[in-house]
C-alpha cells in the first residue's frame, strides 16, 4: 500500500442514493485506508460535468479517479481524462449497465484507463471489490489483502439487491435505508462498518424509509394511468416520491407484459421497470431519451416531464379564471 499522504484518491460514483453506486465508492475507500479519498456521488446526468470539474494535483503527486457504477456521453470527458492521465493521474473504469458495456468502443470512451471493467456479470461493487481484492493480492502485502477480503459481504449486498436477484437476507432493507439516509451520508456510515451491521443511523433510516415508501407508493396509486399497446404491452404511468424500485415492484405485480413509468418527484427522473414476462429492453428504450441502464430497470430524465405538472396545473387554473372573468 503507498504511504499516507502520497496520493488523493477520487471516486465517482452513480449517485445520488444508489446502494451498489455507494457501495462501490466505499469499496474504493476501504481498499485505501489511511489515504485521502475523496467521494463524489452523481446522477446520470451530471457525470459529464462531475468528471469534466476534477483538476490535476500539484506537487507532483500521483493521483487517481475512480468512476463506478456510472457513464459518460461527452467527447470532451474523454479528452478531460485523457489530458489528466498524460499528466500523471490514473484513471479507472468500472461499470455494469448495459448502456455502458454495449457502446464500451465509443469514441468518448477511448481513454488511457490504467483499468477497465466493463460486465454486466455482476454489479458495480461486486465488480470493483473483485478487481481491488486482485490488487490487493498482487501487492504481496498479505495484511492488507486480509483485511480487505472482509468488505465482501458488503460487496454482496449490493450485488444481490441491484441484480434484483434477493438471495442475501436484508440486501432490500439496506437499499431502503440508504435511499432515506442519502448516498453521501450512507457512505460515511459504511466506511466506519466492520462488517455489515446497520449503524443505529442507518436503523433509523430504514424505519423513516418504510413510512416513505408506503406513502410514495400512495402518490403512484393516486396518479397511475394505464394504456394498452397494439402490440400486446401496457404501459402504466405515475408518479411517486422516491422509492421507484419498492413502488414498480408493487405496480407490476400481478401484471402481464407490463412496462412500469414513475416520475419521481424528488429527482425529477423517470425510472423503468418492466414485468417478469416482458422482453422489452428498458435500456435501450431509456437510451432513446437520453439515459441508460439494464434491461430490466433504467432511467432517464426529460427536462419537459420536469414542467408537465406545473403547465397542466396553470392550464385549468387559467381556463377556470378566465371562465370567472367572463
Known sequence: MPKRGERTIHVISHGPSCLDGVMAAAAVRRFYQGLRVHATLAANGESDRVIQGLK?????????????????????????LNALARDGTRVFWIDHHRTAV??????EFNVAFAGRVLSEEYSAAKLTFNFLRQMARETGDEEHSCSYESFQPFAELADDHDRWIHRVPGSADWALAV??????????????????????KLKAALEIGRGAMDKSLEVANATLVERSLGNGLRVRTACCIGYSSEVASKLYEGQNRTIIALFDLRSLGVSLRRSADCAVDLSELAQHFGGGGHPAAAGFAVDELKRAPAERLAQLLGERLEMRND
Do not use: F, K, V
Not at 56 to 80: N, V, Y
Not at 102 to 107: D, E, G, K, L, M
Open 179 to 200: 435511499q432515506t439516509l442519502g448516498g453521501i451520508d450512507s457512505y460515511r456510515e459504511i466506511i466506519r462498518l466492520r462488517e455489515p451491521l446497520m449503524s443505529r
Open 102 to 107: 454495449s457502446r464500451s468502443n465509443a469514441p
Open 56 to 80: 490535476p494535483q500539484t506537487g507532483g503527486r500521483c493521483d487517481e479517479i475512480w468512476i463506478t457504477d456510472l457513464s459518460w456521453t461527452s467527447r470532451e470527458t474523454a479528452e478531460h
